[in-house]
Protein backbone atom coordinates (compact mmCIF):
# COMPACT_ATOMS: atom_id res chain seq x y z
CA UNK A 1 0.00 0.00 0.00
CA UNK A 2 1.40 3.23 -1.22
CA UNK A 3 -0.13 6.50 -0.50
CA UNK A 4 0.93 9.91 -2.23
CA UNK A 5 -1.09 13.61 -1.04
CA UNK A 6 -0.13 16.18 -3.51
CA UNK A 7 -2.18 19.81 -4.17
CA UNK A 8 -0.52 21.70 -1.45
CA UNK A 9 0.91 25.21 -1.86
CA UNK A 10 0.66 28.91 -0.61
CA UNK A 11 -2.99 30.74 -0.43
CA UNK A 12 -3.84 34.08 1.14
CA UNK A 13 -6.21 33.93 4.26
CA UNK A 14 -9.99 33.39 3.05
CA UNK A 15 -8.92 31.56 0.38
CA UNK A 16 -9.10 27.62 -1.39
CA UNK A 17 -6.91 24.77 -1.53
CA UNK A 18 -7.64 21.10 -3.09
CA UNK A 19 -5.24 18.67 -1.45
CA UNK A 20 -5.51 14.68 -2.41
CA UNK A 21 -4.86 11.64 -1.58
CA UNK A 22 -4.02 9.10 -4.16
CA UNK A 23 -3.86 5.40 -2.99
CA UNK A 24 -2.67 2.05 -4.79
CA UNK A 25 -2.44 -1.08 -3.38
CA UNK A 26 -5.81 -0.99 -1.99
CA UNK A 27 -9.51 -0.55 -2.58
CA UNK A 28 -10.37 3.21 -1.77
CA UNK A 29 -13.87 2.23 -0.63
CA UNK A 30 -12.75 -0.87 1.90
CA UNK A 31 -10.58 1.76 3.78
CA UNK A 32 -10.82 4.26 6.01
CA UNK A 33 -8.62 7.61 5.04
CA UNK A 34 -7.83 10.34 6.87
CA UNK A 35 -6.33 13.60 6.81
CA UNK A 36 -4.11 14.83 10.24
CA UNK A 37 -1.93 18.01 9.86
CA UNK A 38 1.28 18.73 11.91
CA UNK A 39 2.41 22.42 12.77
CA UNK A 40 5.99 23.24 13.37
CA UNK A 41 6.25 22.52 17.02
CA UNK A 42 2.82 20.90 17.51
CA UNK A 43 1.63 17.80 17.62
CA UNK A 44 -0.17 15.94 14.84
CA UNK A 45 -3.60 16.80 14.48
CA UNK A 46 -6.90 15.29 13.07
CA UNK A 47 -8.19 16.66 10.59
CA UNK A 48 -10.92 14.95 8.57
CA UNK A 49 -11.84 11.33 8.00
CA UNK A 50 -13.99 9.33 5.39
CA UNK A 51 -15.02 5.68 6.60
CA UNK A 52 -14.76 2.68 4.54
CA UNK A 53 -18.00 1.51 2.98
CA UNK A 54 -20.15 4.07 4.04
CA UNK A 55 -18.28 6.64 2.99
CA UNK A 56 -19.21 8.45 6.17
CA UNK A 57 -17.03 11.79 6.96
CA UNK A 58 -16.20 13.46 10.07
CA UNK A 59 -14.70 16.48 10.58
CA UNK A 60 -12.57 18.15 13.73
CA UNK A 61 -14.37 21.06 15.27
CA UNK A 62 -11.24 23.45 13.65
CA UNK A 63 -12.77 22.91 10.21
CA UNK A 64 -16.40 21.93 10.52
CA UNK A 65 -17.84 23.89 8.04
CA UNK A 66 -15.38 25.04 5.62
CA UNK A 67 -13.40 21.49 4.78
CA UNK A 68 -15.02 19.11 2.64
CA UNK A 69 -13.63 15.43 2.46
CA UNK A 70 -14.78 13.16 -0.57
CA UNK A 71 -13.79 10.05 -2.24
CA UNK A 72 -13.19 8.87 -6.00
CA UNK A 73 -13.21 5.44 -5.57
CA UNK A 74 -12.71 4.78 -9.47
CA UNK A 75 -9.40 6.97 -8.77
CA UNK A 76 -8.67 5.37 -5.53
CA UNK A 77 -7.90 9.30 -4.81
CA UNK A 78 -9.39 11.01 -1.66
CA UNK A 79 -9.76 14.82 -1.96
CA UNK A 80 -10.07 17.58 0.73
CA UNK A 81 -11.63 20.55 -0.55
CA UNK A 82 -10.17 23.88 2.00
CA UNK A 83 -12.32 26.70 2.00
CA UNK A 84 -12.14 29.95 4.03
CA UNK A 85 -8.48 29.01 4.68
CA UNK A 86 -6.56 31.25 7.93
CA UNK A 87 -2.91 31.16 9.16
CA UNK A 88 -3.54 28.80 11.61
CA UNK A 89 -4.28 25.97 8.69
CA UNK A 90 -0.68 26.49 8.18
CA UNK A 91 0.51 22.95 8.29
CA UNK A 92 1.83 19.69 6.80
CA UNK A 93 -1.14 17.87 5.82
CA UNK A 94 -1.03 13.70 5.86
CA UNK A 95 -3.29 11.22 4.81
CA UNK A 96 -3.47 7.89 6.38
CA UNK A 97 -5.16 4.86 5.88
CA UNK A 98 -6.64 2.39 7.81
CA UNK A 99 -8.70 -1.22 7.55
CA UNK A 100 -9.69 -1.76 10.96
CA UNK A 101 -10.14 1.60 12.50
CA UNK A 102 -12.94 1.85 14.52
CA UNK A 103 -15.00 5.31 14.77
CA UNK A 104 -14.03 5.84 18.39
CA UNK A 105 -10.04 6.10 17.07
CA UNK A 106 -10.34 7.72 14.26
CA UNK A 107 -8.63 10.98 15.81
CA UNK A 108 -5.83 8.80 16.91
CA UNK A 109 -2.65 8.39 14.80
CA UNK A 110 -1.82 4.84 16.21
CA UNK A 111 -4.44 3.65 14.62
CA UNK A 112 -3.52 4.11 11.08
CA UNK A 113 -1.22 1.40 9.06
CA UNK A 114 -0.04 3.55 6.02
CA UNK A 115 1.11 7.17 5.50
CA UNK A 116 1.19 9.57 2.99
CA UNK A 117 4.44 12.00 2.90
CA UNK A 118 2.81 15.20 3.24
CA UNK A 119 2.05 18.17 1.43
CA UNK A 120 2.81 21.97 2.69
CA UNK A 121 -0.24 24.09 3.24
CA UNK A 122 0.82 27.75 4.02
CA UNK A 123 -2.20 30.34 4.67
CA UNK A 124 -0.61 33.90 4.29
CA UNK A 125 -2.49 36.26 6.36
Known amino acids: VQLQAFGGGLVQTGGSLRVSCAASGLTSNTWTITWF???PGKER????????????????DSVKGRFAISRDNARSMVSLQMNSLRPEDTAVYYCAASQTLIMSTMSRAGSYHYWGQGTQVTVSS
Do not use: D, L, W
Open 45 to 60: EFVATIFRNNGRPSYS
Open 37 to 39: RQA
